[in-house]
């Protein structure tokens, strides 16, 4: 290939393909948002009650501090959900998160020493799952949460087959 000239489509160079990205299911969202509403209420309730009781009703406007805890992490919460991605390449795996500090894992699929699908019961309870991918290193361990149970099943036989295939040359 000649200096200067340009790589693209038709210049004979492989260009790099851009990876499709997935997001995590809404289910996730409604899950933590709906944990939110109940442990700051109940916060409410238990600072608020005993205050106006006890002290007297003006010092029960200190359980709106939870209620305002509320309103800010619904806000936080979806950003934040909105913030997870991940995408399947033809050598690795890419899970992006983060608002503020973003933070992108790549794992290889020959360095997967075990991929498992964890889901607790409040989880069943709102059909999700998680992906959890360990690796040699602890540092590199990654997890995908949230997800539907058949697509965590999907993308743990698939990361299973794609290490095995990987780590076959080692």
Do not use: C, K
């Not at 899970?95 to 794992?107: A, D, F, S, Y």
Request: net charge neutral.
């Amino acid at each position: 290939m000649e200096t200067g000239s340009p790589v693209g489509p038709g210049s004979g160079e492989a260009t790099a393909v851009a990876p499709v990205w997935s997001g995590l299911p809404p289910g996730l969202l409604r899950m933590r948002r709906l944990l939110l509403v109940v442990w700051l209420g109940l916060a409410a309730v238990a600072v608020g009650l005993p205050l106006g009781l006890l002290v007297g009703p003006a010092w029960a406007a200190f359980a709106l501090l939870p209620l305002a805890g509320v309103a800010w992490g619904w806000v936080l919460l979806g950003r934040n959900w909105r913030s997870w991605r991940y995408a399947e390449r033809a050598d690795d795996l890419l899970i992006t998160r983060g608002v503020l500090w973003r933070e992108e894992t790549v794992v290889p699929y020959g360095r997967m020493q075990l991929v498992e699908v964890t889901s607790g019961p409040l989880q069943r309870y709102f059909g999700l799952a998680g992906v959890q991918l360990h690796t040699a290193a602890a540092a590199t361990d990654a997890v995908i949460p949230g997800l539907d149970p058949a697509e965590a099943e999907r993308l743990r036989d698939r990361l299973t087959a794609l290490g095995e295939a990987r780590s076959a040359g080692l």
